[in-house]
């Protein structure tokens, strides 16, 4: 379904990312049961949920309470929830219970929180259900919050193990011992952990921003210098680590 309030396009899955119609082709055209997301920001993704799933019942996590500007809607339950706290994580999935046929991912962007959250998060999610990592550029080895974590060695993060897992599923190849062991034995996800992965998934598809965003996400604008692909108050508009979103099908 396009984008057709206004208010929805504030959400920099639209504007920025450019994620909305990737999703319309990857996401699941109906929902009656729940949804999760990871991250409220403005609020402006659940109102683009609530309008795209008008038959779901949403929940959002953020480590903040609850927000004068998010929507309050019958539909929305809304969850204090720290994502570097694996037990918080745990509890929240256990409260949203059965049903959960869509997680989407959009909250510190932490790589070791995005790892968390994929590995808690798909055990939770029916079987057929859909995920969704967001921002997922931040795992890679260009981003800033990549080399937080890592400094300026090689980590093992979702993004890696997950764009392993599309190149060997695309290619109908198994999850070979070698394979295992190269991807495994880091430090967010172990051995027994990646074969799991793996197996639970049933597809996955990537999306990377090729285009320049509709306006910028620092201040609005549009006035873009064309040749250095900078907003004209300085933002990088096209980088090597940005824009980028994974939706996996559980088998």
């Not at 109906?30 to 997301?37: A, P, R, S, V, W």
């Not at 962007?109 to 029916?126: I, K, M, N, V, Y």
Request: net charge negative.
């Amino acid at each position: 379904m396009p984008i057709t309030d206004p208010r929805l396009e504030q959400t920099d899955k639209s504007f920025w990312h450019g994620f909305t119609e990737f999703y319309d082709t990857h996401l699941p055209l109906k929902i009656e049961g729940k949804i999760l997301e990871f991250g409220v920001f403005k609020g402006n993704s659940i109102r683009w949920l609530l309008a795209k799933f008008p038959e779901a019942m949403i929940h959002g996590a953020d480590i903040l309470p609850i927000q004068s500007e998010w929507p309050i809607d019958a539909r929305v339950t809304y969850h204090m929830v720290d994502q570097d706290d694996e037990t918080q994580v745990k509890s929240l999935l256990e409260h949203v219970g059965r049903g959960l046929q869509l997680v989407i991912e959009d909250g510190s962007h932490f790589p070791r929180h995005q790892s968390r959250c994929l590995r808690l998060g798909l055990d939770a999610l029916e079987p057929g259900g859909t995920y969704v990592l967001e921002d997922i550029q931040t795992s890679h080895p260009a981003h800033s919050q990549y080399a937080d974590e890592f400094g300026t060695a090689l980590g093992q993060t979702s993004l890696s193990v997950l764009l392993a897992f599309e190149h060997l599923k695309r290619r109908g190849e198994a999850l070979s011992q070698s394979t295992l062991a190269t991807l495994g034995g880091g430090t967010h996800f172990t051995d027994v952990d990646i074969a799991k992965l793996f197996a639970q998934i049933a597809s996955i598809d990537v999306y990377k921003r090729a285009t320049l965003p509709s306006k910028c996400w620092k201040c609005g604008s549009s006035d873009y210098d064309y040749h250095s692909y900078r907003c004209g108050c300085g933002v990088d508009l096209i980088d090597e680590a940005d824009s980028m979103s994974v939706v996996i099908r559980k088998a």
